[in-house]
């Protein structure tokens, strides 16, 4: 009886989605002068005449296709989503409702800290489409760190935005009603955290049909690393950690494609995978992104080798997380509204130490979580479907291979060893001693 209920308002919820997106025509260059010719918000930013409009799709992620539209009063841009994963085809369906997701993410994400996100002009649910601000001259900071560009805003902007978004969407802070009431508002973005927990944490481990690698290159290594209980074993414990924890909404794909900088500017893009995770989930994919920058480098140097690149890269990563926990500590003492660690146990009983041991065992969760996440981020990029064009570009099998191999030495150290590791100083002597070995 249980089964028949539970089937039939699955039944329901499909026609009803069916029902949403019945009218949903993907959108193309030729097209969406036409049909979005009407909308005020574009007139407004873009000029009233569409026939004066310039539309190119400049779409270059894997899931969605993306325009800019220029006319004489300015710019901006249309993201839609596609019934289907862009990078694989449509043999792969995905449900459109990730743009709804990215949607009310982004509006979460831009109060909890203001101007770190596009500025968004509409949404269409049934179109699956956001316009919003067209950055520029951002450009992306996956590309800025391949062309050997240091961001100076970098650390105290992403430090913040990650301390700022996690802390205020938790309990730590919320009101949990409307914590609770969100929570299941994302608790439906399925098709994406299964994207992720597929991709991530299990695909590498295995001989996954979608996964690829640099071969024969990395063979050995490759081979190594799918029989190493240990680290399945981790991976599996972070997997169950990222589908079992629900503390905030999580942005759930930062990485180095999902922000968009210039040298005075850094706005974090694409939230799509957004639901209520682990905080640690973002903080370690970021800092795993900057990880493979570091070990990409060798394959990016021209004339003189990127020593700067590459110590800057470092650096900032133990910036990043410097300013995180700073920020974080700080919401701890002035925003901490919510139900958990009251003030009423802590701080209005004198018992400031109680407070500062709180924190000090929450940061310490946080960190050693964030460095199992980073850890099987690195391996996924280098073993899994999903590659980054940090290692992609670099043309030469064998210089990548060694970059590659390096940077999946530091990914199974960090997920396998995340519980011992003491400090960033740490991570970052072993990446650098990685860094100097010669792989054959
Ligand atoms: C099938 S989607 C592959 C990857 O692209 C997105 O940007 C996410 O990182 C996802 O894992
Ligand atoms: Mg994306």
Known sequence: MRDRLALGCQLTGMVLIMNLYKNFVALNVDTLAGRLKDLAVLQDQVGADH?????????????NLVFIVQGPNGAAVVKQALPYVRLVGDSWPLPLKRSFFEYHALTRQSKRDFGMTPKIFSFDEKQAMIVMEFLTPHIILRKALIDGREIPELPNKLGCFLARTLFRGSDLCMDTKLRKADLALFSDNVALCDITESLVFSDPYY????????SPQLDE????????????????RLKHIFANMPETLIHGDLHTGSIMVTDHDVR???????????????????LANFWMSYFSQRGHDGATPRNSMRSYLLKTIVEIWDHFRNEFSKLWHIERTGILYQRQLFEDQNDALGSAQALDQFLHGIWVDMLGFAGVEIHRR???????????????????AACETKALKLGRHLAVNRAQIQSMADINALAERLEKEIVS
Do not use: C
């Open 207 to 214: 001989n996954s049909k979608l996964n690829r690698h640099t």
């Open 51 to 63: 026939k004066a409009w310039r539309v190119r799709e400049v779409g270059d992620g894997n899931l």
């Open 382 to 400: 280098i073993l899994g479907l999903a590659h980054n064009a940090d290692f992609e570009l670099i043309a030469d099998p064998d210089v990548r």
């Open 268 to 286: 974090v893009i694409d939230p799509e995978f957004a639901f209520y995770g682990p905080m640690a989930f973002d903080v370690g994919m970021l």
């Open 221 to 236: 290594i490759v081979a190594q690393l799918r029989a190493d209980r240990d680290l399945k074993v981790a991976a599996q």
